[in-house]
């Protein structure tokens, strides 16, 4: 196992990679952001945003802004309205509401009375409970349905409304470093099918679960085809703001009247309460991806502060050693209750799941990790 020699990004990132330096894709494009002339950069944006909806100018909406109600939606809604001039529909896959969050309906109700258009589709309950089950039985990732509704759904409303561009937040290949979504250019999203989670928008294993395929409408990505042949182009917005980050976009949605997650960062792994507020079990799943992989929340908001100068690494390490694989029991409880398994059923799925070269697996209690954040782990 080794890490960034920048930040604290292992080698266990899937689609990651690092370069002869030894820094991960995220670090080496933060880097090149201090050299860049972020004025002629928007311009940039703008005029490609231009070209893609001239002919839209007298239509009520230029484009779709995919939104979850949290601190990124609050900034990219803001900054698509009120510093690119557009008009956007913004787009919500929302959760089953036994899934959740008060907080959640909170934020996108905060959206609608900062004055915009906001569309909700919400997966059929029993389905995406069913599927939820599933992908934590298969994968180890309950997410790995809500994820494929997220991004397909967004599509999806882009051609059922005709409104051919769609506008996301940060690049995940060149701003996270997942470098399956990689596009021709910083600004296209039109591969966003191949993050790591959505593994090509195959579905295959959804069919296995379900009886009816109607069911699973909302999860279908549309292939390249149909948005090419209903001229659906998607852009990210990320690379032109010289100060996007985790930490502004908070500031700049608390200011908007976003609303922060109640629990403590030791019950979430979440530093300032304002990441995946919208439901509890994500926490479930980012404790899951620590004992995976090595890293979770703790360690991406340690990376975000580092890049953006605010922390020293040693700093970092010590967030991540704190925050990464942190879940409190109450929402493991509320997770097995949902999907039906016992704790001891949970736990015995979780260590299938345990990288063992990373984690030792006692008898009782939870993995224990061998390996420091940011310092190599030589094999055995």
Not at 269 to 295: A, H, P, R
Not at 301 to 319: C, F, M
């Amino acid at each position: 196992m080794r890490f960034c020699s920048t930040c604290l990004v292992p080698d266990t990132r899937p689609n990651g990679r690092f370069d002869v330096e030894g820094r991960c894709q995220a670090c080496t494009f933060a880097e090149q952001q201090g050299h860049v002339d972020f004025e002629q950069r928007l311009v940039e944006l703008e005029e490609r945003l231009e070209r893609l909806v001239r002919h839209r100018r007298r239509h009520r909406w230029h484009c779709i802004v995919g939104v979850s109600g949290g601190k990124d939606s609050h900034r990219q809604a803001l900054w698509v309205r009120d510093r690119l001039g557009l008009r956007p529909l913004l787009v919500s896959i929302g959760y089953p509401p036994r899934q959740q969050a008060e907080v959640g309906p909170k934020n996108l109700s905060n959206l609608a009375a900062l004055g915009f258009d906001c569309l909700t589709i919400l997966p059929g309950p029993v389905t995406s409970r069913q599927l939820v089950r599933d992908g934590f039985l298969r994968f180890g990732n309950w997410q790995k349905a809500t994820e494929m509704a997220l991004f397909s759904g967004v599509q999806q409303a882009a051609i059922a409304r005709h409104i051919d561009l769609v506008l996301w937040g940060e690049n995940p290949a060149l701003q996270v470093g997942d470098l399956g979504s990689l596009g021709v250019d910083m600004w296209d999203a039109n591969n966003l099918r191949n993050l790591n989670t959505l593994a090509g928008g195959d579905i295959d294993w959804f069919h296995e679960v379900l009886d009816d395929r109607r069911s699973t409408t909302l999860y279908r990505f549309p292939t390249h085809l149909e948005l090419e042949r209903d001229g659906v182009n998607t852009v990210f917005l990320g690379p032109g703001w010289s100060d996007w980050s985790f930490a502004q976009n908070t500031a700049a949605a608390l200011l908007q009247g976003f609303n922060l997650r109640s629990d403590t960062p030791e019950a979430t792994g979440d530093l300032y309460g304002s990441c995946q507020i919208d439901e509890d079990w994500t926490i479930v799943n980012g404790m899951i991806k620590w004992f995976k992989f090595g890293f979770s929340q703790g360690t991406e908001e340690a990376n975000a502060l580092i890049r953006a100068g605010l922390i020293s690494r040693e700093q970092g390490v010590e967030i991540a050693r704190r925050l990464d694989g942190a879940c409190d029991d109450a929402y493991i409880e509320s997770f097995c209750t949902y999907i039906g398994l016992s704790l001891n059923e949970f736990w015995g799925e979780v260590r299938r799941w345990v990288n063992r070269e990373l984690f030792d697996i006692p008898s009782t209690g939870r993995p224990v990790p061998k390996f420091v954040p940011g310092t190599d782990l030589e094999g055995s």
